[in-house]
């Protein structure tokens, strides 16, 4: 205990607190917790230095903001991984069914139809005395 009231802690970070006084003095907690008279010293030496310097305060406002940042920041990935989850589902629902209308589209197709495309040029003036011929052998 007097290591950490007078500054000079060996085995913890040296801040008052009653984690680092059975850290400190090599005991369990529940060891620490049985010595009534002993924590009650300790708790009127912790009281009679109550003299945070105005960087321990700082200190403090900044760890409660940043601890309020994480919280924040914790809600809002929560929230996103929940919308995340939704569009996968619905993104795997949407290829299920593309799958099936592809599938029935193509039990569908008539296959003797055949695409028409553009005539090209070179073509053309055969394809046009080809018609012109007179068909005898139709009639």
Partial sequence: MQRLLTGQPERT?????????????????????????????WDAAVASRTNASAQDIGRDAEL???????ATRTEECARLRQRLEAAATTIGALHHDNDALRGEL????????????PRSTSLAPALDSAVRQPRDHLC
């Fill in 64 to 70: 409660a903001g940043l601890q309020r940042k994480l």
């Fill in 106 to 117: 193509a039990r569908h197709r008539v296959s003797n139809v055949i695409a028409l495309t």
């Fill in 13 to 41: 970070d040296g801040r008052l607190t009653k984690n680092n006084l059975h850290t400190e003095a090599g005991v369990s907690r529940a060891t620490m917790n049985r010595a009534t008279s002993l924590l009650t010293e």
